[in-house]
């Protein structure tokens, strides 16, 4: 459902680790907005919802709302880093277009709410 490279993996634990939480999760979603319509959301959560998908990676367990998984099943999940910055990438199978900066697509069938993004 969710593929999550090496590097990608790496990150996501060591940003689950410094949460201040108990037992920590990364939420994958998709929320409306951004410059093509729909943005992805990747946030450290500890609330499971009972309809939550889970699932369970090497180092950490990321969680999925069952309404998010048409637009990012076959999601992959990279980092990468450039000079002295770097950040999460999402390929998504999905996605018909993308913005220049990666945070949000479009799919064939279903558009979203396009807002400027922050």
């Known amino acids: 459902m969710i593929e999550v490279s090496d590097k990608a993996s790496e990150k996501i634990a060591e940003i689950l680790s410094s949460a201040n939480i108990r037992n920590p999760f990364l939420r994958v979603g998709v929320d409306e907005g951004g ?40 999601l992959e999940i990279d980092y990468e880093e450039s000079g002295m910055v770097g950040g999460f990438t999402m390929n998504n199978p999905n996605a018909k277009a993308s913005c220049g900066c990666g945070a949000s697509f479009r799919m064939a069938n279903y558009r979203g709410e396009i807002k400027k993004c922050d």
């Open 35 to 74: 410059c093509s319509g729909l943005s992805y959301t990747l946030v450290v959560d500890e609330q499971q919802a009972e309809e939550d998908i889970i699932l369970n990676k090497q180092d950490f367990s990321i969680l999925v709302h069952p309404n998010s998984i048409p637009y990012i099943d076959g």
